[in-house]
């Protein structure tokens, strides 16, 4: 019996939205061994969130771009700009935690009442956001690679990605405002 990625998508993208998930978390929360990984120079790991916040800000371009071309039709052009809006979001997150792994997560240096009222809520949104996105976007990801571009109009591709796109967007937007807040105004 042949099992097909096309036929089980859903199930395919829960599991490796799990696995994902299980990876960020895991760093996050210390899970992961430092050992596991070599040490880069302190200088590297110094230029990590300032590379992130570079890959994050073209990221929202490649989207905006993205969601424009096949607005207009241009299956070719929305596939690049997405696929390339994917690569960076994989080496904005292999970035970032390698640094976590190796650093833990950057304390707020500003004030008690921006922490509170402005940066905690804009992380806890951009990091909901961020979560909410992987099941979708691996969803999405899985019905434009596995079908020929005339059957995806027989998906819920349109859908699901309107609905990937603006919170991704939203989310890469809310990362470089905690980028800024952490590493710019504090």
């Known amino acids: 019996m042949e099992l097909r990625v096309r036929d089980h998508v859903p199930g395919v993208a829960a599991l490796l939205s799990l696995v994902?998930?299980?990876l960020v978390f895991g760093a996050v929360?210390?899970?992961?061994?430092q050992s596991v990984f070599p040490r880069a120079s302190p200088a590297v790991l110094t230029a990590v969130p300032h590379v992130n916040a570079v890959l994050s800000t073209t990221a929202?371009?490649?989207?905006?771009?993205?969601?424009?071309?096949?607005?207009?039709?241009d299956v070719a052009r929305h596939r690049a700009f997405m696929l390339t809006t994917l690569g960076l979001f994989v080496a904005f997150l292999v970035?970032?935690?390698y640094k976590v792994v190796l650093e833990g997560t950057t304390a707020f240096p500003g004030p008690d009442v921006v922490y509170r009222f402005v940066y905690l809520p804009t992380l806890a949104v951009h990091i909901l956001l961020a979560v909410a996105c992987i099941p979708l976007l691996y969803y999405v990801l899985l019905l434009a690679l596995t079908r020929p571009v005339a059957d995806i109009y027989d998906t819920r591709h349109r859908l699901v990605g309107r609905v990937a796109a603006s919170l991704w967007l939203v989310s890469f937007v809310l990362g470089d405002v905690v980028y800024v807040l952490l590493y710019l105004v504090y």
Do not use: F, K, M
Request: hydrophobic share 55%.
């Open 29 to 33: 929360l210390g899970y992961i061994p």
């Open 60 to 73: 929202i371009v490649t989207i905006v771009l993205g969601v424009r071309a096949i607005r207009r039709g």
């Open 20 to 22: 994902s998930l299980a």
């Open 95 to 97: 970035l970032y935690l």
